[in-house]
């Protein structure tokens, strides 16, 4: 395996970190954390660029809020000079796993996205009997520090890099822990508890370490298992098969595999269906003919298009906010066949 090492000249050049400020302040230059760093931009970035090369950087502390729909999540926005260091350390890391990642992994990577890993669970549907769900419990709190740095050891052997890596794992243990429900392992002992664990939602960092996490895992079902046919978006998978018994055989690999990294999967809703009863998929419930959006996510959706019509009217955002949420909601809900329930959640929140 291929180790990669002098990556630290690259990800602490100045302009990769220029680029890496433009990456994230791209649609929130208006933000006041962001305008303040623009404002100095030049000694702020060489600031960052020193504190990298002299060792003396830290990551500030997370602001934490909860979001519910679709589902509760505990989102950590790290401060923007943090952001601009994960995008430096993303920019060269991310081309490296890119070569390693299997095609069907979905979430967070470019020319990838959502609606591509609905159109293939479409497209898999319509040529196969059986579909197996499986999602992992907890994923981002799940996730052990120890087992990350090994896995990423394997690849970058740049002690620069890997110490960045460990300090930006470190700024986020334990802002995840009370989303987090114990679970013990063979061969734990009482300290297991105190194992160091669990990404931030929010940070860019995570979004891609949640890929390198779960390589392996793709690497097991395409190159050991011979599935022909999986899907991955995140910590949701989709594998395909003709047989059934196969299909449970897979499972119990992947219960095994996933032990080793420390994660679990929700095993009562992980069963083999016929690809004609549909399956739930990033909130569609997906046919081999049709897609339907998801009652529940149709409801948030209503919910929420009518708060903004509601802030709106008392002038707490403008015109454009409004309609970017509405556009976005519609750019969604169009994968679907969704014209009817476009017609009617857009009706209850027309704005006069």
């Keep these: 395996m291929k180790r990669y090492h002098q990556l630290w ?29 623009e404002y100095d931009l030049e000694p702020n970035l060489l600031r960052l660029q020193t504190e990298l090369r002299d060792g003396s950087y830290q990551p500030g502390s997370y602001t934490n809020f909860t979001i519910h729909e679709p589902k509760r999540r505990l989102i950590s926005a790290a401060p923007f000079k943090d952001r601009v260091t994960h995008h430096a350390l993303v920019n060269v890391l991310e081309p490296i796993y890119e070569r390693k990642f299997i095609y069907d992994s979905y979430a967070n990577r470019r020319g990838k996205g959502t609606h591509r890993a609905l159109d293939r669970c479409t497209h898999y549907m319509r040529r196969y009997n059986y579909v197996l769900p499986l999602d992992v419990v907890q994923f981002f709190p ?96 989709l594998l395909f098969s003709h047989d059934k018994r196969t299909l449970h055989n897979w499972r119990n690999a992947i219960i095994t595999h996933l ?71 519609i750019n969604h809900a169009r994968y679907g066949d969704t014209w009817r329930l476009r017609q009617a959640v857009l009706h209850k929140i027309i704005v006069s």
């Design 9 to 37: 000249s690259e990800i602490t050049s100045f302009d990769n970190i220029l680029s890496a400020f433009r990456k994230a302040a791209k649609g929130k230059r208006s933000k006041p954390s962001v305008a303040s760093f």
């Design 142 to 237: 799940s996730i052990d520090h120890a087992i990350f740095q090994s896995i990423l050891a394997k690849t970058i052997s740049d002690e620069p890099t890997l110490d960045l890596c460990d300090k930006i794992l470190a700024g986020g243990a334990g802002v995840q822990a009370e989303e987090y429900d114990i679970v013990y392992f063979p061969g734990d002992n009482l300290f297991a508890a105190n194992r160091p664990r669990g990404l931030p939602i929010g940070n860019l960092t995570s979004q891609f370490w949640a890929n390198v996490y779960l390589n392996d895992l793709d690497q097991l079902v395409k190159r050991t298992l011979k599935c022909k046919a999986y899907v991955r978006y995140v910590d949701d998978m």
């Design 259 to 329: 032990a080793t990294l420390r994660l679990t999967i929700h095993e009562k809703r992980a069963q083999p269906r016929p690809t004609h009863t549909g399956v739930g998929f990033l909130g569609f419930q997906i046919f081999p003919d049709h897609r339907r959006l998801k009652r529940r996510n149709a409801i948030h959706a209503r919910r929420r298009l009518k708060n903004l019509a509601t802030a709106y009217r008392q002038d707490e955002i403008d015109l454009e906010r409004m309609h970017a949420g509405v556009r976005g909601w």
